[in-house]
């Protein structure tokens, strides 16, 4: 399967607990991008990287989540001391920057990651 | 934040007949995307129109854009029950980042 990946689909976790989401673009894709869904609303931006710079981060992202990109290829999602609020699908996607432009305007996503803070 | 609203919120309809969903958004664009999520799952691309262009089809899709009225509609001819899904649009600005807003989604039913 050459598609985006995320591991895990599925998190439990008590309030106060770190939890960390991984997401693997397709590769030779060098701009990737997080977003955050809740129940009946459309994602939300959170930060995008090209290759392993981090070149945007919504206000959106506290200083309780750190993602990460360290060698461009796959990237990390970490959420420090999560809450109830944090409760939601985190999607990641990828893009290419060759190709026509329409081909690196279109993002491909990953099948998320749900997040349960109980 | 939310780029805009799309309406109706939910949409259900017989196997065979054209469903229509809007779109309004606020800021100026570069494009603007149609995707489709089917329940608890990622987004698939479906279409891109330019901030230029007036219309495009693809398959049994079409897609308009007025951007000043700033809205977008899709329409999907002939539905089929797989189309069941919520369709999403999405803008991309000025900025080269090509990071997406989304409007809040139509959830459509089609009924067999």
């Known amino acids: 399967d050459t598609g985006v990946s995320q591991d895990p689909r599925h998190k439990i976790t008590k309030r106060g607990q770190n939890v960390t989401f991984r997401c693997d673009p397709i590769?030779?894709?060098?701009?990737l991008y997080w977003y955050r869904q809740t129940l009946g609303q459309g994602p939300e931006f959170l930060t995008y990287f090209q290759n392993e710079a981090q070149l945007e981060k919504s206000r959106l992202l506290s200083d309780r989540f750190s993602a990460e990109r360290p060698k461009g290829s796959f990237s990390t999602l970490e959420i420090q001391r999560t809450e109830q609020g944090d409760s939601a699908m985190y999607l990641c996607?990828?893009?290419?920057?060759?190709?026509?432009?329409?081909?690196?305007?279109?993002?491909?996503f990953g099948p998320g990651t749900r997040l349960l803070v109980l | 934040s939310q780029q805009g609203e799309e309406d109706p919120q939910a949409l259900s309809i017989q196997e065979g007949e054209n469903a229509t969903m809007n779109c309004s958004y606020k800021?100026?664009?570069?494009?603007l995307q149609w995707y489709r999520q089917n329940s608890g799952r990622g987004l698939v691309h479906l279409i891109l129109i330019r901030s230029n262009e007036r219309e495009k089809h693809s398959g049994r899709l079409r897609v308009t854009l007025d951007t000043s009225k700033k809205s977008s509609s899709l329409l999907i001819t002939a539905s089929r029950a797989a189309d069941t899904a919520s369709y999403f649009c999405a803008t991309t600005g000025s900025g080269n980042t090509g990071k997406l807003i989304f409007g809040q989604g139509t959830t459509l039913q089609v009924k067999p």
């Open positions: 800021t100026s664009i570069n494009n």
């Open positions: 590769s030779e894709h060098n701009r």
């Open positions: 996607a990828s893009s290419p920057s060759i190709g026509g432009l329409a081909a690196q305007e279109t993002q491909y």
